[in-house]
Nanobody
Framework: QVQLVESGGGLVQAGGSLRLSCAAS????????MGWYRQAPGKQRELVAG???????NYADSVKDRYTISRDNLQSTVYLQMNSLKPEDTAVYYC?????????WGQGTQVTVSS
């Protein structure tokens, strides 16, 4: 079993920044891709960014050039630096980790961007 613990969400004004963290307790399992999805009210969950153990990252078009994903493989932790935030970035952000036995999810952290 892999547990993911997220932190770093909150309320910020448009143009501001936040940094999300997600730590995986998976000492016995190999974790492959980690990343973040988000879900805004009334909308489907969408992929925000993902990163492989080797550091290859992909981003949703809507966040390219504003968000940066990174990871610490030794700590099994993934980070999401979010800059130039917009009101449309408001959502619950979910961390995920693809491990040998399946995909695991964090509990979600709220990000609210005020205009």
């Amino acid at each position: 079993q892999v547990q993911l613990v997220e932190s770093g969400g909150g309320l910020v004004q448009a143009g501001g920044s936040l940094r999300l963290s997600c730590a995986a307790s998976a000492m016995k399992f190999t974790i492959n891709t980690m990343g973040w999805y988000r879900q805004a009210p009334g909308k489907q969950r969408e992929l925000v960014a993902g990163i492989t153990p080797g550091g290859s990252a992909n981003y949703a078009d809507s966040v390219k050039d504003r968000y940066t994903i990174s990871r610490d493989n030794l700590q099994s932790t993934v980070y999401l630096q979010m800059n130039s935030l917009k009101p449309e970035d408001t959502a619950v952000y979910y961390c995920y980790a693809n491990a040998v036995l399946g995909t695991y999810w964090g509990q979600g952290t709220q990000v609210t961007v005020s205009s």
